[in-house]
Nanobody, 125 residues
Framework: QVHLVESGGDSVRAGGSLRLSCVYSGWTYSTGAMAWFRQAPGKQREGVAAIDMNGNTAYSESVKARFTIAKDNAENTLYLQMNSLKPEDTAMYYC???????????????????WGQGTQVTVSS
């Protein structure tokens, strides 16, 4: 069973930075992808960044050039570096993963099989 645990959420001022971490366990797939999603109150869940097993990455237009996704296979950890944060980035951020073969770009538009419990990011103006 794949288990995902996020951390790193916090309250910051606009323009600040945060790094989210997602420690995963039980991952035995050689295919698939991992991603970060977010959901703000009253809004639909949005895929913001994904990385596939080949290391290819994809980002939503709303975070491109500000967020960076990375994966450390030795540490079994997925990261999301968030820079130049804006109030509209405020949301619950979720780590997600799926072992089905898919590209990073495709992962942003699907509902992956495995999810973490989420970590809250709040950006004030």
């Amino acid at each position: 069973q794949v288990h995902l645990v996020e951390s790193g959420g916090d309250s910051v001022r606009a323009g600040g930075s945060l790094r989210l971490s997602c420690v995963y366990s039980g991952w035995t797939y050689s295919t698939g992808a991992m991603a970060w999603f977010r959901q703000a109150p009253g809004k639909q869940r949005e895929g913001v960044a994904a990385i596939d097993m080949n290391g290819n990455t994809a980002y939503s237009e709303s975070v491109k050039a500000r967020f960076t996704i990375a994966k450390d296979n030795a540490e079994n950890t997925l990261y999301l570096q968030m820079n130049s944060l804006k109030p509209e980035d405020t949301a619950m951020y979720y780590c997600a993963a799926d072992g089905v073969p898919m590209t990073a770009a495709h992962t942003l538009g699907v509902i992956p099989r495995y999810w973490g419990q989420g970590t809250q990011v709040t950006v004030s103006s």
